[in-house]
T-cell receptor
Framework: AQKVTQTQTSISVVEKTTVTMDCVYE???????LFWYKQTASGEIVFLIR??????ENATVGHYSLNFQKPKSSIGLIITATQIEDSAVYFC???????????FGQGTKLSIKP | DTTVKQNPRYKLARVGKPVNLICSQT?????MYWYQKKPNQAPKLLLF???????READTFEKFQSSRPNNSFCSLYIGSAGLEYSAMYLC????????????FGKGTRLTVV
């Protein structure tokens, strides 16, 4: 069965610094896809970045990057040069290759302080 | 247009009454999902359609119904709302290929009183 776990309930950092959010997952499939989403203050869920399990290179999009450690079943999200508007709840999610389900972790609330 | 549209954005319902939520997408996605989101919890998958095939999660099997009369449209139906159904309901769609993004609507906030 699939499972996604985010152990950090909340994180607070000062603006313009780098933050890392942790996520570990469980799956029996050899091919799968990992995602990070952000929930805005209005409740909207917004896609940020994706990592394919068969790719060794860490994905990077803008000031988001991933730390993919396959042997540890870990997919950390790194946000560099954080801004106040990065304050949100961040969700890690996983989807197996042959299954439509997208399963979420519990979320990490990120607060960026001036 | 990469949007998923949900109506209404806010819904007030009485205990014991039915609730019908509506979702549409114009991306020709073969898969559409419904999630329930409560504060401080992960979005919980309720059910999803792959084409015309409905897949319901085991623990919510009897609580929610859905229909998908065409590729673009999907509804979520609650036959008799209880207080515990108060939540944000998120509709999403995607291609069935696992590496594709899942697009979410802005949600319908349901309050049951």
């Amino acid at each position: 069965a699939q499972k996604v776990t985010q152990t950090q309930t909340s994180i607070s950092v000062v603006e313009k610094t780098t933050v890392t959010m942790d996520c570990v997952y469980e799956t029996r499939d050899s091919s799968y896809f990992l995602f990070w989403y952000k929930q805005t203050a209005s409740g909207e869920i917004v896609f940020l970045i994706r990592q394919d399990s068969y790719k060794k290179e860490n994905a990077t999009v803008g000031h988001y990057s991933l730390n993919f450690q396959k042997p540890k079943s870990s997919i950390g999200l790194i946000i560099t040069a954080t801004q106040i508007e990065d304050s949100a709840v961040y969700f890690c999610a996983m989807r197996n290759y042959n299954q439509g389900k997208l399963i979420f972790g519990q979320g990490t609330k990120l607060s960026i302080k001036p | 247009d990469t949007t998923v549209k949900q109506n209404p954005r806010y819904k007030l319902a009485r205990v014991g009454k039915p609730v019908n939520l509506i979702c549409s997408q114009t991306m020709n996605h073969d898969t559409m999902y419904w999630y329930q989101k409560k504060p401080n919890q992960a979005p919980k998958l309720l059910l999803f359609y792959y084409d015309k095939i409905l897949n319901r999660e085991a623990d919510t099997f009897e609580k929610f119904q859905s229909s998908r009369p065409n590729n673009s449209f999907c509804s979520l139906y609650i036959g008799s709302a209880g207080l515990e159904y108060s939540a944000m309901y998120l509709c999403a769609s995607s291609s069935s290929q696992g590496n594709t993004e899942v697009f979410f609507g802005k949600g319908t906030r349901l309050t049951v009183v």
